[in-house]
Every structure is written in structure tokens, then in C-alpha cells.
């Protein structure tokens, strides 16, 4: 017989008695314990990914309306016949939030529109977001199916922070 066993069997009845009524109540808590824990990590996650959805819904619309608001504009420019320079002139100008801008590539991933900068000309084919995506293709792809969004990881103009 071991150490502890025999400290066990040197318990009295009594002790023995509460020791058997207490331990099931100490070991079942601990499991109870175990797995509200687990189900509130995933209740957890499960609402965090719940916000992210609403916020990127959110920004969406957003920029929906930022768009709305642009688009006869646009058209307008169209159809008095001023040329693309002109319009991404105005297009330049235009800041919403404390960080929005409009940006724009050339089909071939060619930079002509970067906020109120002029780092243009650039070819940004090749370029990848923080999670590897080759986020300007799929810009591009986005607008010629006219899906209309892509989601990518990468700073905005004058950040660091790489976010949706």
C-alpha cells in the first residue's frame, strides 16, 4: 500500500464519510468550471465574429453611399466629355472621414489614383496584403464582375496598421 493510501486508511469513519461526500461535489464544480469556461471562449468568438461582420457591413454601406454620392458626378463629367485626368483630379480632392480617400488602378494593376498624393504609376500587380492576398488583383477582378468589394489587410494612406 502506498504513502497516501495509507494516509487514507488512517482517517476516521467521519473523516472518510465527508471526504467521499465532498470530493464528487469538489470534482464535478471543477468540471462544471471546465466547461462554462470553454462555452464562454465560444460564445466569445462567436460575438466577435458577429461585430466584425456588422462593422464590415457598416463600412460597406458606408462606402456605398460615399459612392452614390460621386457616381453622377462622374457621369456628368462623362457626358460634358472631360477627359480621365479630370475627373481623377476631382476624384483626388475628395477625402470622407478622418481617413477615407479614393484610390483606382488600371486594369493591369497600374496605380492612377491614390488619395490627395501623387504616388502614382505605380504597378501594383504583385502587391500583397498582410495575410499574403494579392489584394489589387482582386480589386481589379471585383470591379470587372461588378461584385463591387474585396477585402484586403493593408494601411491605410499615412497609417501603419495593417486592418480590413
Not at 460564445?43 to 454601406?61: F, P, V, Y
Not at 458626378?73 to 477625402?95: F, H, M
Amino acid at each position: 500500500m502506498t504513502l497516501s493510501g495509507r494516509k487514507v486508511m488512517n482517517l476516521s469513519i467521519k473523516s472518510r464519510l465527508y471526504l467521499l461526500a465532498i470530493l464528487p461535489i469538489v470534482l464535478s464544480s471543477l468540471l462544471i468550471m471546465l466547461m462554462a469556461y470553454k462555452e464562454s471562449n465560444v460564445l466569445n468568438q462567436a460575438q466577435m465574429d458577429m461585430t466584425q461582420i456588422q462593422m464590415i457591413e457598416a463600412k460597406r454601406l458606408e462606402l456605398k453611399s460615399y459612392l452614390d454620392i460621386v457616381s453622377p458626378k462622374l457621369k456628368n463629367l462623362e457626358k460634358q466629355g472631360k477627359s480621365k485626368e479630370e475627373a481623377l483630379e476631382i476624384l483626388k480632392s475628395i477625402q470622407f472621414s478622418d481617413t477615407g480617400y479614393f484610390f483606382g488602378f488600371e486594369s493591369n494593376g497600374l496605380r492612377v489614383l491614390h488619395g490627395n498624393t501623387d504616388d502614382i504609376g505605380i504597378n501594383m500587380w504583385d502587391a500583397k496584403d498582410k495575410k499574403g492576398n494579392y489584394f489589387i488583383q482582386d480589386i481589379i477582378t471585383a470591379a470587372k464582375n461588378k461584385s463591387g468589394y474585396s477585402r484586403y489587410y493593408f494601411p491605410k494612406l499615412n497609417e501603419t496598421l495593417a486592418l480590413p
